[in-house]
């Protein structure tokens, strides 16, 4: 990961669990970015003291309040990351904000199916188009060739449990608005890569792992990763990717996932 070198980029999410331990991790390379931007829903609020702990000793991480289910608010955290930015892109956008409801086939409501593919498919398809002239604008100003994460890179945060070929874990838990959503994210991260290449910027769909976070925790069953762990995965498989990934389903060892 030593030769990782990320100018800027953002993490959705990273108030807490993955998203929390992506920017530390980050931080605390030995050759940080210059810029860090780390979005949640309520910057003032209780739950994001660890993120407001870690901007007091790192000045180069910026708070951005950021709801992934509002485009008023995604178009005004665009707006106030280009003015941290000033002339310069955004390297690296990590869709990482997700819900999951627990459920089975006969408890499923069309209120958690609705208020879960929002979050985790329309948010990232927003964040996506607003934080887009910011990625151009990376991917235009690099001297680096062909396609990676350093130079302009959309990392949206899955799951195996949306993997219709191996739909991980289904004797644990249905959990089938999560299911749907990741599935659908995986085909918005295919379109991305379609749709983005000849901007120069590389679009991968990444599976964590199953993570001892609020969202892993199935009953009596304890997840196996931890969330450092899974992190230092993703740095370490990050850096690898190229023209030859994109648009590809990996998980945190770099394993390459069937849809």
């Not at 990482?96 to 929002?118: H, Q, R």
């Not at 959309?154 to 249905?174: D, K, Y």
């Not at 749709?195 to 997840?223: F, K, N």
């Amino acid at each position: 990961m030593a030769g990782f070198n990320v100018r800027s980029l953002l993490v959705t999410g990273a108030n807490r669990g993955i998203g929390l331990e992506l920017v530390k991790q980050f931080l605390e390379k030995s050759n940080p970015p210059e810029w860090v931007f780390a979005t949640c829903r309520d910057p003032e609020g209780e739950r994001a003291q660890q993120l407001k702990n870690l901007a007091s000793r790192h000045p180069n991480l910026a708070i951005v309040a950021l709801e992934a289910t509002d485009p008023a608010s995604i178009k005004a955290a665009a707006t106030r990351v280009e003015e941290h930015l000033k002339s310069s892109g955004l390297n690296l956008l990590i869709s990482n904000a997700g819900i999951a409801t627990p459920s089975t086939l006969e408890s499923e409501t069309p209120e958690d199916m609705s208020l879960v593919y929002a979050t985790n498919v329309t948010g990232p398809l927003l964040v996506s188009q607003a934080f887009l002239p910011l990625l151009k604008k990376a991917a235009q100003g690099s001297p680096q060739p062909g396609l990676s994460c350093s130079k302009a890179a959309i990392v949206n945060m899955s799951s195996e449990g949306g993997s219709i070929t191996n739909p991980f874990a289904w004797e644990l838990g249905h959990a089938v608005s999560y299911r749907c959503s990741k599935a659908a994210l995986n085909m918005l991260t295919k379109c991305q890569s379609l749709g983005y290449e000849g901007d120069g910027i590389l679009s991968i769909a990444v599976h964590p792992g199953w993570v001892q976070t609020d969202m892993g925790s199935t009953g009596s069953h304890q997840a196996p990763l931890t969330v450092d762990v899974s992190v230092q995965g993703i740095l370490n498989v990050l850096p690898t990717l190229s023209k030859k990934d994109n648009g590809a389903f990996v998980n945190w060892e770099g394993k390459v996932l069937p849809w």
